[in-house]
């Protein structure tokens, strides 16, 4: 059962244009909400999480937007890098235990 | 972020053969770590949960018997496969919770990249 709905599987930005990745959830018990960001043949790191308590956190040229009754969040990458090209993972998490979603490749072009 | 390191980052090993991957958590203590599986460009899966000091908790379809786990102190995990097969090839990648960041931080380790012959 995929319980974390990712789209789109891959994203062609200009530099400099906003890059925006949409996560959908079912599991209502979800309380965190992160997203990752992976090289290739390296681990994830962390970027950014949300609660359900607040719509929207902006840390840096990364913000995500929360939509609880629609059981939507969004990632949204300002002033786009090439140095920002890389797989980008959402996931949620009731109590720790993290879902992925299904990962979406983006490709910044200078 | 905290750190979390892998060793080793690749191995190549022969069908039959045990491979143990170690994770540990280089700058706080890590009551909880998770060990995931990915398969070339698809997402991480997790395979189980890793207590310090009890057994691992496995989630459904992963064999215990073949990816058995030991959480032995509060910054080290070890994932041995045992009788690798050359399906068992993967990018294993294990996390652990920064308990001074709340339940479900987790950190991700570089990943050890396992190839069966």
């Known amino acids: 059962q995929q319980q974390v709905k990712q789209s789109p599987q891959s994203l062609i930005v200009q530099k400099g244009g906003i890059s925006i990745i949409n996560c959908a959830y079912e599991?209502?018990?979800?309380?965190?909400f992160p997203w990752y960001q992976q090289f290739p043949g390296k681990g994830p790191a962390l970027l950014i999480a949300?609660?359900?308590?607040?719509s929207e956190k902006k840390e840096g040229r990364f913000t995500i937007s929360f939509n609880k009754s629609a059981k939507q969040f969004s990632l949204h990458i300002m002033d786009s890098q090439p140095g920002d090209s890389a797989t980008y993972f959402c996931?949620?998490?009731?109590?720790?235990?993290?879902?992925f979603g299904q990962g979406t490749i983006l490709t910044v072009h200078p | 972020g905290a750190v979390v390191s892998q060793h080793p980052s690749r191995v190549i090993c022969k069908s039959g053969t045990s491979v143990k991957i170690e994770c540990r958590s280089l700058d706080f203590q890590a009551t909880t770590m998770f060990w995931y599986r990915q398969f070339p460009k698809q997402s991480l899966m997790l395979m189980a949960t890793s207590n310090e000091g009890s057994k691992a908790t496995y989630e459904q379809g992963v064999e215990k018997d073949k990816f058995l786990i030991n959480h032995a102190s509060l910054t080290l995990s070890t994932l041995t496969v045992t009788s690798a097969h050359p399906e068992d090839s993967s990018f294993y990648i294990c996390s652990a919770r920064d308990p001074r960041q709340g339940r479900e931080t987790q950190y991700f380790g570089p990943g050890t990249r396992l190839l069966v012959l």
């Open positions: 599991n209502t018990a979800f309380d965190y």
């Open positions: 996931a949620a998490s009731p109590r720790g235990k993290l879902t």
């Open positions: 949300i609660r359900p308590d607040v």
